[in-house]
């Protein structure tokens, strides 16, 4: 199974910081990285896809970066309805795996 | 807008069998890799599996199970109904969880989950 680390497991920030939340995998999976919001009592919601393709709808203010196995989730300003924990997740082979998230609370 | 519903018990008594449907409405059940996601209370995510129905030549509805969970898992679908079902059996109170179902998308560069359903809370209780 290909393991995903994030870092860091949780942060405190403020509306308007910049927050960057990393995500390594144990092997190369390529660019077959995803990232998803998930807010208290809700489903995953798809940010990127691709490593670096935002979905449709979501803020410009989130990108991604990055390839093989080293990736980052960006936020350039953070705002109030940003507060939630962020999953990457492979897609690069089966069983899809998880990262086991980053809690962003407010400072 | 493809929207999903999963319904199903939410107790389930320890060694019995946990079974869960999700509904698809809104667009066409065809051309995703059907997906069960869970998640217990507090902790991270789980990939369970899913059946293919993505439409591609020759590989019908095949069908893919986390390792983990592959001798208790089956993953079904019931296209006249725009349904897909889960069963776990023998479970245990390591199966408490939140169960999402989702579907995965295949795109020429990327793949990924999208779009879930609300998720469901199943207890196994002793």
């Not at chain 1, 109030?80 to 407010?106: H, I, L, M, N, W």
Request: glycine share 10%; proline share 5%; net charge positive.
């Amino acid at each position: 199974d290909v393991q995903m680390t994030q870092s860091p497991s949780s942060l405190s920030a403020s509306v308007g910081d910049r927050v960057t939340i990393t995500c390594r995998s144990s092997q190369s999976i390529n660019n077959y990285l995803n990232w998803y919001q998930q807010k208290t009592g809700k489903a995953p919601k798809l940010l990127i896809h691709g490593a670096s393709n935002l979905q449709s709808g979501v803020p410009s203010r989130f990108s991604g970066s990055g390839s093989e196995t080293d990736f980052t989730l960006t936020i350039s300003s953070l705002q109030p309805e940003d507060f939630a924990t962020y999953y990457c997740q492979q897609s690069f082979s089966t069983p899809r795996t998880f990262g086991q998230g980053t809690k962003v609370g407010s400072k | 807008q493809v929207r999903l519903q999963e319904s199903g018990p939410g107790l389930v008594k320890a060694s019995e069998t946990l079974s869960l449907t999700c509904t698809v409405s809104g667009g066409s059940i065809s051309g995703f890799y059907w997906t069960w996601i869970r998640q217990p209370p507090g902790k991270g995510l789980e990939w369970i599996g899913y059946i293919d129905y993505s439409g591609r030549p020759y590989y019908g509805r095949n069908t893919n199970y986390n390792p983990s969970l592959k001798s208790r898992v089956s993953i079904s679908l019931d296209t006249s109904k725009n349904q897909f079902s889960l069963k776990l059996t023998s479970v245990t109170a390591a199966d408490t969880a939140v169960y999402y179902c989702a579907g995965e998308v295949d795109s020429t560069s990327s793949i990924w989950f999208d779009p879930w359903g609300q998720g469901t809370l199943v207890t196994v209780s002793s």
